[in-house]
């Protein structure tokens, strides 16, 4: 299943901030991704509608299995890429920063291989 970029990132940031808080508010998402609450207001309704999230009555957000599916393969490639570009020397910031991009792009082959050499070569 491909979704796009935009809508990875979201589900992304839902996972992460429930890791970090514990719960998660539109405003969270808003914040996390400088983004505006219409914003992500109308994803939240998209993904709702499409199954990848639940929202309870008082407003906190939680991924069902088919969202967070998603946002946890992109999570790992996040980590993954950004801890290979570390290694290679890459700055903190500019490794993130990267790998917050090639994630979305490189192919599940490619991928492997990369999680392959970097677990060999730690």
């Known amino acids: 299943m491909k979704i796009q970029e935009s809508a ?6 839902i996972l992460v901030i429930g890791k970090r808080k514990g719960y998660v508010r539109s405003i969270d998402i808003a914040n996390e991704l400088s983004v505006t609450k219409p914003s992500v207001s109308v994803a939240m309704k998209s993904f709702k509608n499409e199954g990848y999230i639940l929202v309870n009555d ?20 996040h980590n993954v890429i950004a801890n290979a570009l570390l290694l290679l020397g890459v700055s903190e910031e500019n490794a ?6 090639i994630e979305h792009v490189i ?16």
Do not use: H, M
């Open 8 to 13: 990875e990132n979201y589900l992304e940031a």
């Open 107 to 122: 192919s599940d082959e490619s991928f492997q291989k990369l999680k392959n050499f970097i677990s060999k070569n730690k």
């Open 58 to 77: 008082a407003g906190d957000i939680t991924l069902t299995d088919k969202g967070k599916e998603i946002a946890e393969k992109v999570y790992e490639r």
């Open 96 to 101: 993130y920063a990267d790998s917050c991009k």
